[in-house]
């Protein structure tokens, strides 16, 4: 079973849609939970980051972590074109710790 | 905002040379990472770095690789014999200390072509 899990997409949606972004985990250790964004041929942009179970709230985007399920999700409220990109979930036991990333999943948001 | 810069944008590099890739990590973070993303792959981890030393490397990161902080700004990762199957994006991160989560912000990257 692979540490982190996600499905690679495409997933295309029109202009408004929200849009449910999801991984699951294996490794009970990861306690730090992290949402990035890479552009074609650009690093990772941090998007969201939580600690534990909950959601955290910040604009259009939504991060919710489920650790009993091992499971965490990004909801963008009315998505916009500008959101086409690759998210990617990352984890980790501990601040200063190794990420462990999703493979990501590409999203396409037509007008 | 601060930023994570990388040089060079993208460097090619016969197989079996040494190339040195560079990072300007943010000014006030005192903690350094390299992963690499080869093509279609996920971001893996390589090493992490923290007062002149290694804190965790992955099994990647083998006696090939090796990092340095030469002054107080730049942040090195050399590979002393390149092989084909390092070609990929290398990507710099630093974090800041504190209390709680200091999440790693990351560089657009080195694109590393082995010939």
């Known amino acids: 079973q692979k540490e982190v899990e996600q499905d690679p997409g495409p997933l295309s949606v029109p202009e408004g849609a929200i849009v449910s972004l999801n991984c699951t985990y294996s490794n009970s250790a990861f306690q730090y939970f992290m949402w990035y964004r890479q552009y074609s041929r650009k690093g990772p942009e941090l998007l969201m980051y939580t600690y534990s179970?909950?959601?955290?709230?910040?604009?259009?985007?939504t991060a919710q972590v489920d650790k009993s399920s091992k499971y965490i999700s990004l909801f963008i409220r009315d998505s916009q074109p500008s959101d086409s990109a690759t998210y990617l979930?990352?984890?980790t036991p501990g601040g200063y710790q190794k990420v462990t990333f999703g493979t990501g999943t590409k999203l396409q948001v037509i007008p | 905002e601060p930023e994570v810069t990388q040089t060079p944008s993208h460097q090619v590099t016969q197989m079996g040379q040494e190339v040195i890739l560079r990072c300007v990590p943010i000014s006030n973070h005192?903690?350094?990472?390299?992963?690499?993303?080869?093509?279609?792959?996920?971001?893996e981890f390589l090493v992490s770095f923290y007062n002149n030393e290694i804190s965790e490397k992955?099994?990647?990161?083998?006696?090939?690789?090796?990092v340095e902080r030469p002054d107080g700004s730049n942040f090195t990762l050399k590979i002393r014999s390149t092989k084909l199957e390092d070609?990929?994006?290398y990507f710099c991160a630093s974090s800041d200390t504190g209390?709680?989560?200091q999440p790693q912000h990351f560089g657009d990257g080195t694109r590393l072509s082995i010939l």
């Open chain 2, 87 to 89: 070609s990929a994006m």
């Open chain 2, 99 to 101: 209390q709680g989560i």
């Open chain 2, 58 to 66: 992955s099994e990647i990161f083998d006696d090939q690789f090796s």
């Open chain 1, 53 to 61: 179970s909950g959601n955290k709230e910040d604009g259009r985007f």
């Open chain 2, 30 to 43: 005192l903690y350094f990472y390299w992963y690499r993303q080869i093509l279609g792959q996920k971001v």
């Open chain 1, 89 to 91: 979930c990352a984890m």
